[in-house]
């Protein structure tokens, strides 16, 4: 047997290979920076999921991760990150991102070691122990979790040099303009279901610049807590 690393033991010697797979397939799809390919390959996104999904884990797909919730799609979650990170010197990563919708914490898990520290908010209790948990043991430690409505944003920490939603609201919640930063981005799915887009919107000196990426479909973000 080859060592394929602590990450994939115990499912199999496909892991290595359908990993691959998913990181080419996201290549030629769109994502063009190698930092964030590397994080895919490195993600064991099987441990993020339950046992009985685990084999279909390196599918560019989101599953069911219970609480009536889903990890992203592979593929969305690069997207999202490049479009936080693109045209950034990688030495000189966002100092603070906000991660609105937490869930088993996929996202939060790529993007840790690529920005300096994460505030991620989730509204369903239960599921941000379980992620504090699983994240915990992975070693991630930039990060801090709250428990609450997303929406809100995070006052006490603002303003953030980028922001991500994971979760579509209506429309972009007033909360979270306000607490870009001057030269920070926030990527938000907005929309009702069937009609999302997924948009950029950064802060210059003189106000806020919006872009629209593509379309997108995600559950919805919800007020308050679950
Ligand atoms: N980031 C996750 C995807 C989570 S799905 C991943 O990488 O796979 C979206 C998450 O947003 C769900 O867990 C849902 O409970 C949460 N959510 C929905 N509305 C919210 C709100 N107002 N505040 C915080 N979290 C919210």
């Not at 099987?46 to 992203?72: C, K, N």
Request: charged residues 20%.
């Amino acid at each position: 047997m080859t060592d394929q690393g602590p990450d994939i033991r115990g499912i199999g010697m496909t892991s290595a290979r359908t990993r691959e797979r998913l990181v080419q397939r996201l290549a030629d799809h769109g994502i063009s920076d190698l930092r964030i390919l590397d994080r895919v390959r490195s993600v064991p996104r099987h441990l993020f999921v339950d046992e009985a999904l685990q084999s279909r884990a390196y599918e560019d797909s989101a599953l069911p991760i219970g609480h009536g919730q889903t990890i992203s799609q592979p593929y969305i979650v690069a997207l999202m990150t490049q479009a936080l990170l693109d045209g950034i010197d990688p030495a000189k990563p966002p100092g603070k991102v906000l991660e609105v919708g937490t869930g088993c914490g996929y996202q939060t898990a790529i993007l840790s070691p690529l920005v300096r520290r994460i505030f991620t908010i989730e509204r369903i209790r239960e599921l941000l122990t379980e992620t504090r948990a699983r994240l915990g043991e992975l070693g991630y430690q930039n990060i801090r979790y709250r428990h609450g409505d997303g929406m809100e944003g995070w006052p006490g920490q603002a303003p953030f040099d980028g922001i991500l939603v994971a979760a579509a609201p209506a429309g972009i919640p007033q909360a979270l303009l306000d607490q870009i930063a001057v030269g920070g981005r926030l990527i938000i799915p907005v929309g009702p279901s069937g009609r999302q887009e997924l948009l950029r919107v950064t802060r210059t000196e003189t106000g806020l610049a919006q872009e629209s990426l593509c379309a997108v479909s995600f559950v919805p973000l919800l007020e308050g807590t679950g």
